[in-house]
């Protein structure tokens, strides 16, 4: 399925968002605030995550996109990395199951060459056992980055080029947004980051161009469904214009905004 960019189409908008992406920041300091091993922080994390894919499903969010791991995140002591794929490898253990059972799909984006091998063919598995599921989807963005993203996208169209003969064609948006790892999913309309901090951190810097952003100074590991109803509702106070006026906007008939 393709999905037409926002900078070229004006994308039906619904009460609820149908993409919400998070970055989900805050487990470490969550930890240290209570005097816990940061370690303590990643295991209520994924915890967090649970709950927010369960409350995403109930009401009606079409894809929830997570940045897990940022391809910069190897820059943290080994031993910590090193626990956070331990973490990854426990999650796929014990939550698959539960998601194929309802309806839900994994899919994990970024550049996985870099993860043990168990750990790839772990992820491959869990993506092909829920692949036909019709429910929430869920990405989770792992050795990820907005800018290699954009890089491999550009990098597999030019080979295709090539080797269709047509090396050194100028291209088109939607040519280049067709390679991206994203690019079975609609632009997120709800960016989140928990934690405090206002920056979107190398994360989906091309799908973003046109989402509405939510920071919170709730600790990843504390936002729970009712944090996510506050984003939600934050949301719903936003006026999505997409190059338009105010007074175009208005004029948009009740039926379009209610897609």
């Known amino acids: 399925m393709s ?40 295991v209520k994390g994924v915890e967090a995550v649970r709950g927010v894919v369960e409350a995403c499903a109930r009401r009606g969010v079409s894809y929830l996109t997570l940045f897990a791991f940022s391809s910069e995140n190897w820059r943290r002591p080994a031993e910590e990395v090193s626990l956070l794929m331990r ?23 970024g550049d996985l060459t870099r993860f043990d091998v168990k750990l790839q063919a772990m992820i491959q598995a869990a993506e092909e056992k829920t692949a036909l599921n019709k429910g929430l989807t869920v990405t989770v963005c792992a050795n990820y980055g907005g800018r290699w993203d954009i890089v491999q996208a550009a990098n597999r169209l030019q080979q295709d080029l090539s080797a269709a003969g047509k090396a050194g064609q100028a291209i088109d948006e939607d040519q280049l947004a ?29 799908q973003l161009a046109y989402s509405e952003f939510y920071f919170t100074d709730t600790f990843w590991p504390d936002f729970d469904a009712a944090a996510l109803d506050l984003a ?24 379009q905004e209610s897609n």
């Not at 070229?8 to 968002?17: C, F, L, Q, S, T």
């Not at 973490?87 to 984006?109: P, Y």
């Open 178 to 206: 067709a390679y991206l790892s994203m690019a079975y999913a609609p632009e997120p309309d709800l960016f989140v980051r928990t934690g405090g901090e206002t920056r979107i951190s190398n994360f989906l810097l091309w």
């Open 232 to 255: 939600i509702a934050s949301y719903q106070h936003r006026e999505r214009r997409f190059g338009r006026t105010s007074a175009q906007v208005s004029e948009q008939s009740p039926a």
């Open 87 to 109: 973490l990854f490898v426990t999650a796929l253990e014990k939550e698959v199951a539960k998601m194929h059972a309802n309806d839900i799909r994994l899919k994990v984006v």
């Open 3 to 42: 999905h037409t960019s926002s900078t070229k189409e004006v994308p039906a908008v619904g009460a609820i968002p149908k993409h919400i992406a998070i970055i989900m920041d805050g487990n470490g300091r969550w930890a240290t605030k209570r005097f816990l091993p940061r370690v303590a922080g990643h």
